[in-house]
């Protein structure tokens, strides 16, 4: 199977500890999202989003860093259940609110492109509006 590898930032009205805590808390990060989330707050944890169409497993929690490392796969008929991508999200001080640093491996090449896209819209936007309506 081909890959490909993706790096995205965004900028969030949050400070970094807010985003990290956001996103690995069930109930915040289904707000940021407006969908679902089960997230299991640890390393070896498992989470889901959006009904299961989005599951995965925490690697790494680095809380100083405000740094997440996590087993990533969407529901995809052909992508193999036992390749998931990896995901590494870092939460960075950055002017008056954070910098969402972000990188994604091993996505299959033919979903590369629309899973790139669904980053933007169906996360960085919204948790944009998120952290702005929460100050």
Known sequence: ?????????????????E?????????????????????????????SVW???VTGQTLELDHRRHKIVQNWRYEYDDWPK???????????????????????SNIPANHADEIAKGWKDYYW??????FEKSK
């Open 82 to 104: 036992d390749a998931p991508s990896k995901i590494t999200l870092e939460f960075v001080s950055y002017k008056n609110g954070c910098k969402l640093c972000f990188w994604q």
């Open 125 to 130: 936007s919204p948790m944009q509006k998120y």
């Open 1 to 17: 199977m081909s890959t490909r590898n993706i790096k995205q930032m965004t900028v969030l009205n949050c400070t970094p500890q």
């Open 19 to 47: 985003g990290y805590e956001a996103w690995m808390d069930s109930k915040t990060h289904g707000k940021m999202i407006d969908g679902d989330a089960k997230i299991e707050n640890k390393v070896g944890g498992k989470y």
């Open 51 to 53: 009904d299961g169409a």
